[in-house]
């Protein structure tokens, strides 16, 4: 069954929400009006000493009772409509997807049906394309007419099942039509009823904005995993360590507001847990930093790379370099060309690293290339630079190669961001844009 929509753009299936329990809700609502209204009733009674009670107990009733009982009326006009409009929705859901449940099976059999004619009609329009007539066989002429016949008839069938479908999703589409003139009647009644007293808090009007910007992440998410994995580098990786972060402070919030579920966020820690750094604990002397790096998550994954971003740009500057060096200002100078020539200039680029930045790391060619870059100097220069490397300092240490079970840890901490970060990313995002818009009151209508 392939994604079946009618003209207007609405998938064909059955409304959410339990008819049953939002009847009953406005049954148990409006059956609470009313003891307010008896409730209000008696107090009113009591304070005006319309009640024949005496005693000093109700005397002190008296005095306490003030205008509680016309906050209680005031209530009760309030809960009693409110409870009769929910209970006028429930019924009218109720019917909406009675009819939806039918309209559903009847588009998937006409679909079907029409795919099975469509196929009938291109099979018999080949049949007669195809056919070649003999001259010598007086049939032929006869032959290659019912067969056009034939194809005639198959097509007129193929139109005749897009009527039939047709016909079935606008009636989908007009009760779906049924049902929106009742939840914006409800939605308006239980406005009236409240006065506009019962409204969506802040933050609830905020989780909708954090749902809006979680696509836009989920969609930045996206083209930062394929960017990282084509191009690589510091950049990419603190990018899209950082919408991983953000996405997952989201994904937090959306729970908090019961918009998210457990699953979302445990793929939002997925995503930004350095888990591959644990790789190391596989390598004598590299334990600790392996611990250490994967303790401090996503922090460091975008503190690194941004840290030696800066000291790449700050390096390639002669007065830098002439910081203690004793050099001359144009050997300081040429120097600084040079650095800005091959340390500043991107290498590992492109698919030829894609094997290794998946099993080594985002940034892996990058390093390497930054680390080939500095064994080719002399050691002279080497001695120049070293003190002003800063962050870049680890880089050009002599970095461990990395071993095989890091690999293998990479490797599939790179499936299953993948999965997270692209194919679920790519999947939220498209049924983001995809659906028709649904306010936070269809989700309370339907409980």
Do not use: C
């Amino acid at each position: 069954m392939t994604d079946l929509r009618t003209h207007a753009g609405r998938r064909v299936e059955v409304l959410a929400g339990e008819p049953a329990r939002i009847i009953a809700r406005g049954e148990a609502i409006e059956a609470l009006g009313a003891q307010m209204e008896g409730a209000a009733q008696v107090l009113r009674d009591i304070g005006d000493g319309a009640e024949e009670q005496k005693g000093r107990s109700i005397e002190r009733i008296q005095q306490e009772v003030g205008d509680v009982h016309e906050e209680l009326h005031r209530a009760s006009q309030r809960y009693s409509p409110t409870g009769r409009i929910m209970r006028t929705y429930g019924q009218a859901l109720d019917d909406v997807q009675v009819q939806m449940r039918r309209l559903v099976a009847e588009a998937e059999a006409a679909q079907a049906e029409l795919i099975r004619r469509r196929s009938l009609a291109a099979s018999a329009a080949a049949e007669a394309q195809d056919y070649t007539p003999d001259d010598a066989d007086p049939s032929a002429t006869t032959t290659a007419d019912r067969l056009a016949t034939t194809a005639s008839s198959a097509l007129l069938l193929a139109d005749a099942a897009v009527d039939d479908l047709d016909a079935v999703l606008r009636a989908y589409d007009a009760e779906f039509e049924t049902w929106d003139i009742a939840y914006e009647a409800a939605l308006s009644g239980i406005e009236d009823a409240t006065e506009g007293n019962v409204t969506d808090h802040w933050t609830d009007d905020l989780a909708g904005v954090v749902e809006e910007v979680l696509v836009v992440l989920q969609i930045a998410g996206v083209i930062l995993a394929i960017a990282a994995l084509v191009i690589g580098g510091p950049l990419f990786a603190a990018l899209a360590a950082l919408a991983g972060v953000l996405a997952l402070l989201g994904t937090l919030y959306l729970a908090a507001k019961g918009r998210r579920n457990g699953s979302d966020i445990a793929w939002a820690v997925v995503g930004v847990l350095p888990f591959g750094k644990l790789g190391k604990v596989f390598q004598s002397g590299r334990r600790l930093t392996g611990i250490r790096e994967f303790a401090t998550g996503p922090v460091m994954e975008i503190v690194t790379p941004v840290r030696r971003l800066v000291a790449i740009r700050r390096l390639p500057s002669a007065d830098v370099i002439r910081q203690g060096g004793g050099m001359g200002s144009r050997a300081a100078q040429g120097l600084a060309q040079r650095l800005r020539t091959d340390f500043t200039a991107f290498t590992g680029g492109g698919a030829s690293g894609i094997v290794t930045r998946i099993s080594q790391g985002s940034s892996r060619t990058w390093v390497t290339g930054v680390v080939d870059n500095f064994a080719s100097m002399t050691p002279h220069h080497q001695s120049l630079v070293r003190p002003h490397l800063g962050a870049l300092g680890d880089v050009v240490s002599g970095a461990p190669v990395v071993t095989m079970p890091e690999m293998a840890i990479n490797v599939v901490e790179f499936g299953i961001k993948r999965t997270n970060m692209v194919v679920r990313g790519t999947s939220d995002a498209m049924a983001a844009f995809g659906e028709q818009p649904v306010d936070a009151w269809s989700a309370e209508l339907a409980r």
